[in-house]
Every structure is written in structure tokens, then in C-alpha cells.
T-cell receptor, first 114, second 117 residues
């Protein structure tokens, strides 16, 4: 089955710095890669996603890049703010039975110091 | 519109008991999937239902089961509870756009936190 490795497990930055979280996946059939943000005690929420036919996608301070050949994708957050502090999960999804089933990374705890 | 609603939010059970968790998806969403979240294993896929049929199943023992009703509401059941079943159980619904669209955006509920003593 699919295996998703996510690094680092903890990332501490100063406000205004950039943060990068990296994920690798093993199943070449995976073709949809969402990122979720989970604040303490809250539900995971989709922040950005990318499909396998796209190499990069941006949404304001957040960007995701995908390298299908190397089977890795990354989340980039620029100009970090304290409210960016949360656990971030990457996922690699493949089509199965008419739907897309995600395999999640273990998560990265991002701490932004004011 | 209302989000994904899960009940109960918190519950405590003892080993050997069974538990049923409920999930009401966003109106119009026909796909409901369940996940187990633990500090050690992270987020793991349990199963997915669409139109009252289980379409996909993760790698969990048969003690974990679920079903979906005609109104898309879903329940999951865990029988013969073990200490290791203590976790946050998350439900997510999605407006299945079809494989051709290349995406299946999940909207999560707040979860049911199960503690097994």
C-alpha cells in the first residue's frame, strides 16, 4: 500500500520567516495531494491541494510544489504568523472504488514564535 | 450550510464494551469516510461509504464496522473495545466529483474522542 513520509515532525520558526514541510510517497498511482491544517483541539481543514498534472500551486502566503518523478511534494508558507501555529498533515490520494482514498503523513507541528 | 456533525463528542468505555459513533454529512454530500487519529499512528483511514455501500476499507480488524443510511448519515461501530482503540475518530464527507475531476475534497467533523479504560 501507499506510504507517506513527512518531515520534519516539529518546526519552530520566528514570525515572518518561511516554513517548508516535505512529504514523500511511494505509490505512483497517487494523483491528488491535499494539505490539512489542524489547530489544537480542532478538526483538520484543507488549506491547499494539488493534482498530479500540476507542478506548483499558490494561494496567498501558501504554496505547494509537486515532483512526480521523485515522488515528493512540499508545503511552503511565507511570512509566517503566530496564527499559522498548528499541525500540518500532507496526504497522497489514489483513485479507488469511485473515490479517492488518502494516506496521511504523520504530521508536522509548526510553532511560530512572535 | 451546516458542517459535518459528529456525536457524541466525548465518551468513556471499558475494555470489552462496544461503541457506536454517528456522523451527519454536509447536505448533498453522499460520500462519508471515517478516520482514526492517535498520537502514535497519526490519521488512518478506516472505511468509506457511498450510497449506503462500503466502497473502500482500510487496514483495521473486523471489530471496526460501519454503515450508511439512505439520508447519507453514517455510523461506525467498534466491538470488544481494547485499550488501543482510544483515539479521536473523525468523520469526513465529500461531494464526490468523479474520478475524472481528480479530486475528492474532504470536510471533517469535530470528531468523537473515545477513551477506553
Amino acid at each position: 500500500g501507499e506510504n507517506v513520509e513527512q518531515h520534519p515532525s516539529t518546526l519552530s520558526v520566528q514570525e515572518g520567516d518561511s516554513a517548508v514541510i516535505k512529504c514523500t510517497y511511494s505509490d505512483s498511482a497517487s494523483n491528488y495531494f491535499p494539505w490539512y491544517k489542524q489547530e489544537l483541539g480542532k478538526r483538520p481543514q484543507l488549506i491547499i491541494d494539488i493534482r498530479s498534472n500540476v507542478g506548483e500551486k499558490k494561494d496567498q502566503r501558501i504554496a505547494v510544489t509537486l515532483n512526480k518523478t521523485a515522488k515528493h511534494f512540499s508545503l511552503h508558507i511565507t511570512e509566517t504568523q503566530p496564527e499559522d501555529s498548528a499541525v500540518y498533515f500532507c496526504a497522497a490520494s489514489r483513485a479507488s472504488g469511485g473515490s479517492y482514498i488518502p494516506t496521511f503523513g504523520r504530521g508536522t507541528s509548526l510553532i511560530v514564535h512572535p | 450550510k451546516a458542517g459535518v456533525t459528529q456525536t457524541p463528542r466525548y465518551l468513556i468505555k471499558t475494555r470489552g464494551q462496544q461503541v457506536t459513533l454517528s456522523c451527519s454529512p454536509i447536505s448533498g454530500h453522499r460520500s462519508v469516510s471515517w478516520y482514526q487519529q492517535t498520537p502514535g499512528q497519526g490519521l488512518q483511514f478506516l472505511f468509506e461509504y457511498f450510497s449506503e455501500t462500503q466502497r473502500n476499507k482500510g487496514n483495521f480488524p473486523g471489530r471496526f464496522s460501519g454503515r450508511q443510511f439512505s439520508n447519507s448519515r453514517s455510523e461506525m461501530n467498534v466491538s470488544t473495545l481494547e485499550l488501543g482503540d482510544s483515539a479521536l475518530y473523525l468523520c469526513a464527507s465529500s461531494l464526490v466529483q468523479g474520478i475524472g475531476s481528480g479530486a475528492n475534497v474532504l470536510t471533517f467533523g469535530a470528531g468523537s474522542r473515545l477513551t477506553v479504560l
